[in-house]
């Protein structure tokens, strides 16, 4: 079998989300930003460039759920300074090292570039917590050696990023990299952007938070001075967004730029002074208000205030539609919209009403039974779509217990719990909401299963790089509201096709690689046993199979000069492929994708008239090398089209359909209206008439026309046209 491509690593498209989640996880205000890096050995800055906001392009693809991710933040881990590497000797260890060069832009090694390899924590897991965001440990940092080389021992199974500096060269970040896998890095020269925020008034803007991110571009964040002016250096050529959140106004709508490399790039700011939202925070049940509860906007300006005796609060610089929650000890969070302001302070009012909250508490067992510490376990809410939290995630202690506070009492929740290298479990949740003093959950992990292998090259497309998409079975068949967080997972295929990926729960899983429009393709099923690793999985690699056969006239003799077309069924029709059949009848496409197709057969058209009539045939799996398409005898389905005057329409297309889906022929109407269709012998067609457009190209003057069941061998069919009205 084979399986197809996933969607672009990156498009620019999926930057706004993902700078949406980046930004988030830094927190709130820009004291606690990373700055951007500034370079003493940058190249000579040249006359500024400006900027304009590029609109997203229209075509915005569905992102599979699990890939690509979020830009992770660093979890807070030592800094270690960089070291020289002394690369140890023999060839590079294909299974359990990353290694590869970085380069300049003529290929020229660039000694002591500095590198950073850091590890998402839920990377490939459908998993969201706002009060988390994305946590990355730092697995280590070095410098390139003497010619530009590194090696990097890492576990196989996992996902890797890596983010590359050297000086006067743009700083590069490389996402989804896998142990024993090669990368040539080359860096290009470094650009830099710069502006001045400012508010619709002229004045500047003071701490404004800047971030900037793109598809080769580590999140960059830095804080506007007292002037509103901002910097970034050390960035990489070509698209990037960039987001402006002040302090007190509103955040700036995303902006989509073209950085232009090696280039001084400048691009100004304007912002909104946006709506003062004042509200009061009350317990549902009693009506007093909340002292001390915590009021957050769940965007990434992440602007939060704490109510006072009152239970008040105000919010400063907000939009629209922001969603705003409120949070308490003992009461379960409670969210609502930032309404529209009026008046002229441009405020509005918001009111939030907290319900009386719960906790949960269990124990994280591993598979010997012991305490399970540092596991990460997440409370999934049963009718998670409705729930503004639908993930709520904390760390086990040392004794393998954890605690959730603040769940709503009227919703059932699951447990999902991974340790890194230790196994995952998954509790699904109860048709009823536990109490609140029902006994402590014990989860045990189960021992964690791998699965490996390879894809097989062919066609035009490589195997490298393609994403694998691993489903449990199980979650197809179960009618949760929300199944587990690792229902789904994926994993890239290395520049030699193999893929790895570890920590996979034991059962059985249907195995595919990703088409280009997110569907995986034909999938193999494999079944993973607690503690043992699948490891010769093989999958064919994008367009490696081939379709064939012999076309035949009605009595079983070669039909030579047929057009033969063929078309993948997610297609559009008009990226078909064609063929003709030789002298013996035979035809053969190769490199095609393993889903089903659509093919068709029209008799040579060069071989006088027509005896015999098209052929369709749809759903047919490409591997198949001996099909058999019989052309059947054909006979002649003739008429006119003529407007509501009786007089002849020309140039109208007919178009001739089997099972009110495939079309087996088509004609154009001649100067009096007449056109002739070659149709299966006995077939009921379906006519479709698609009037000609105007002579000035614009809009035809008649409606399209369709007649259903007309019997093959009908004479002087009349097709009238109506017009428009």
Excluded: C
């Excluded at 569905?62 to 991710?69: G, S, Y």
């Excluded at 060839?91 to 950073?116: C, I, K, N, S």
């Excluded at 280590?140 to 890492?154: C, H, I, K, V």
């Amino acid at each position: 079998m084979r399986i197809r491509s996933l969607l672009p690593l990156l498009a620019i498209v999926l930057l706004g989300a993902a700078l949406f989640l980046l930004v988030r996880g830094r927190g709130g205000g820009g004291a606690d930003g990373v700055e951007a890096a500034t370079r003493s050995g940058a190249p000579p800055e040249s006359a500024p460039t400006d900027l304009e906001a590029a609109p997203p392009p229209a075509d915005r693809p569905e992102l599979p759920e699990a890939v690509p991710e979020p830009e992770p933040v660093f979890a807070e881990t030592p800094a270690a300074a960089p070291v020289p590497v002394a690369l140890p000797l023999g060839p590079p260890d294909r299974d359990r090292e990353l290694h590869g060069r970085v380069v300049g832009a003529v290929g020229q090694g660039l000694a002591g570039a500095e590198l950073v390899i850091t590890q998402a924590a839920f990377r490939g897991f459908r998993l969201s917590d706002p009060d988390l965001g994305a946590v990355e440990q730092v697995i280590g940092r070095l410098q390139t050696g003497a010619d530009g080389s590194f090696r990097l021992p890492l576990e196989p199974g996992y996902s890797y990023d890596l983010e590359v500096a050297a000086e006067g060269y743009a700083r590069v970040r490389l996402r989804n990299l896998a142990a024993g896998e090669r990368a040539e890095i080359e860096l290009p020269a470094a650009a830099t952007l710069e502006g001045v925020v400012r508010r619709g008034d002229g004045l500047p803007v003071a701490g404004a938070r800047v971030a900037l991110a793109g598809p080769d571009q580590p999140l960059q964040e830095t804080t506007s001075d007292v002037d509103g002016r901002y910097r970034f250096a050390d960035l990489a050529p070509g698209r990037a967004v960039a987001r402006v959140l002040p302090v007190d106004e509103a955040p700036a709508p995303l902006a989509f730029l073209s950085i232009e490399g090696g280039e001084r790039n400048v691009r100004d700011f304007v912002i909104a002074r946006g709506v003062a939202l004042r509200g009061t925070v009350r317990a549902r049940e009693s009506g007093e208000p909340l002292a001390g509860a915590r009021v957050e906007t769940l965007d990434d300006a992440r602007r939060s205030a704490t109510t006072d005796e009152t239970g008040r609060f105000v919010l400063l610089g907000m939009k629209p539609g922001t969603p705003v929650r409120a949070v308490a000890d003992g009461h379960a969070p409670a969210t609502g919209l930032a309404p529209a302001g009026s008046g002229a302070d441009e405020s509005a009012s918001l009111d939030l009403e907290l319900e009386p909250g719960r906790s949960l508490s269990g124990v994280v067992l591993d598979a010997l039974g012991d305490p399970a510490a540092e596991a990460w376990v997440a409370a999934v809410g049963r009718e998670a779509a409705a729930d503004a939290r639908p993930f709520r995630v904390v760390r086990s202690a040392a004794d393998g217990r954890f605690v959730f506070e603040g769940l709503r009492r009227d919703r059932a929740y699951g447990f999902w719990v991974h340790l890194p290298g230790q196994g995952s479990a998954w509790l699904p949740a109860p048709e009823a909401p536990r109490s609140a003093g029902q006994a402590d959950v014990q989860i045990r992990l189960e021992a964690p299963a791998a699965l490996a292998g390879r894809l097989q090259p062919g066609g035009n497309e490589a195997a490298a790089g393609r994403w694998i998409e691993l489903q449990r079975v199980d979650a197809l068949d179960a009618a949760e509201a929300m199944p587990a967080p690792d229902a789904s997972r994926t994993v890239r295929a290395d520049d030699l096709g193999r893929f790895r990926i570890a920590d996979l729960r034991p059962g059985r899983y249907l195995v595919a690689l990703r088409g280009a429009n997110g569907v995986p393709e034909l999938p193999v099923e494999v079944e993973l046993h607690a503690g043992e690793a699948y490891t010769d999985l093989e999958l064919d690699g994008p367009g490696v199979r081939s379709l064939g056969g012999v076309v035949l006239d009605p009595l079983g003799a070669p039909a030579a000069g047929a057009i033969v077309w063929v078309f993948a069924e997610d297609e559009d029709p008009a990226l078909s492929r064609e063929t003709r059949s030789d002298a013996a009848g035979r035809f053969r496409f190769e490199g095609l994708r393993a889903v089903p197709h659509n093919l068709g057969v029209q008799p040579d058209p060069d071989a006088g008239p027509q005896v015999y009539a098209a052929l369709r045939s749809n759903g047919v799996l490409p591997g198949a090398e001996e099909l058999e398409l019989r052309l059947p005898v054909g006979e002649d389905l003739t008429g006119r089209v003529v407007d509501d005057r009786s007089m002849p329409v020309a140039g109208a297309d007919v178009v001739a359909r089997l099972d009110g889906r495939w079309g087996v022929a088509h004609a154009r109407t001649d100067a009096q209206g007449r056109f002739r269709l070659r149709v299966p012998v006995g077939a009921r067609v379906d006519l479709e008439v698609r009037p000609p457009a105007a002579a000035d190209g614009g809009a035809s003057a008649w409606r399209p026309r369709s007649i259903a069941a007309v019997p093959a061998g009908g004479d002087d069919l009349s097709i009238r046209l109506l017009r428009k009205l």
